[in-house]
């Protein structure tokens, strides 16, 4: 067992009552690339869900494939031999804990840097071994996530008829992009059954602070995500494709037309969930606020000016359900939303 099972570590996790089965939601859009009509269905899902699957996308699958395998490897290590690439620093393995503020779940995770140059030396100790092979499959992977996220963002600003079309792609192209990568492992936990009608959480309901996440996982369910109504529905598995996440800034950079989605993730009892995540974020010095060109003539901006090092500083520093936001709103919009 990766992560040890027992009764007393369960203690230490968090939970939620489920009294009903999560609603399955079979409406998730599924957008095709190659549709000449994506922009505007992803105009539409990016407005309803903040969330949507990309299908006919342009990763190979041997790509997806080797890196699971580098991944599985190493969650499979001895713990002793996987805590030397921890604690997270913020790059490096962390367990069960996620992030210095109290938050826990039912996880083992990799975080890394986009940018090879900046990888932690704690990770680089783990893969003495064969660490080209590892970082071989990251690269190659990340490139190719990266292109597909590039083109998403072209075909948002398509959809919202931003010009230049590379307003948003370009802010993860710059070479001081603010970007991370993180392969996570949610260990089968059999003791379920000893909750009595709880969940054990993987990892806690939250929005990502970036401008979009880019998730691919294998075939394990666990993955839900928060309607408008506050209802939360759980989301079909599919090792194929990828979802995409509207993050904090692209709402903001929206002026709230795209919200940001409320996503977490449940234990499985019997198998183990390995999902990779791509966070595109912009430059540490780059200004978050409303593009000009989406402000109506009497439109009022709903965000006070801030930049990505301030939201991210601000972000990191909360509990993972924070409403991270809330800090950077004015106050003529707090008071609305109230009434």
């Known amino acids: 067992m990766v992560v040890q099972s027992n009764l007393s570590t369960l203690n230490h996790c ?15 859009p599924s957008i095709n690339l190659k549709d000449p009509e994506s922009k505007t269905h992803i105009m539409k899902a990016c407005e309803e869900y903040g969330f949507f699957k990309v299908v006919n996308h342009s990763v190979p699958m041997e790509f997806i494939a080797k ?17 030397k690439a921890g604690p997270p620093d913020p790059f490096g393995y962390g367990s069960k804990r996620i992030g210095s503020n109290g938050d826990v779940g039912w996880i083992e995770y990799l975080l890394l840097n986009t940018n090879p140059q900046v990888t932690s030396l704690k990770t680089l100790t ?5 660490p080209e092979i590892f970082w071989s499959a ?18 948002i600003a398509d959809g919202l008829k931003i010009e230049p079309r590379d307003t948003l792609s370009k802010l993860l192209k710059d070479e001081n992009s603010d970007s991370c990568f993180r392969l996570n492992h949610y260990p089968p936990c059999p003791e379920l059954q000893a909750l009595s009608g ?18 691919r996982s294998n075939s394990t369910s666990g993955l839900q995500i928060c309607l408008k109504d506050g ?8 090792e194929t494709s990828f979802f995409i996440n509207v993050g904090d800034a692209l709402q903001v950079m929206t002026n709230g037309r795209f919200k940001s989605v409320r996503h977490r993730v449940l234990a499985n009892s019997h198998k183990s969930r390995v999902s990779m995540i791509y966070f595109g974020g912009p430059p540490l010095s780059e200004k978050i606020v409303p593009l000009t060109s989406l402000m109506g003539k009497q439109e009022e901006s709903l965000y ?8 991210k ?27």
């Open 14 to 28: 968090s939970s939620i009552e489920t009294r009903k089965p999560a609603t399955v939601l079979d409406s998730i």
């Open 67 to 83: 890196l699971e395998t580098q991944a599985l490897e190493f969650f499979n290590l001895p713990q002793s031999e996987k805590d």
């Open 126 to 130: 783990v893969f003495r071994e064969n």
């Open 138 to 155: 990251v690269k190659e992977y990340i490139e190719a996530v990266k292109v597909m996220a590039f083109e998403v963002l072209e075909l």
């Open 198 to 215: 709880r969940d054990l959480v993987g990892f806690g309901e939250h929005t990502d602070p970036q401008i979009i996440s880019v998730l």
């Open 231 to 238: 209802v939360w529905v759980s989301v079909p598995p599919d």
């Open 304 to 311: 006070k000016e801030f930049t990505w090092w301030e939201y």
């Open 313 to 339: 500083t601000s972000a990191y520093k909360s509990r993972l359900a924070d409403y991270r936001l809330g800090l950077f709103e004015k106050k003529t919009h707090q008071v609305q939303a109230i009434e």
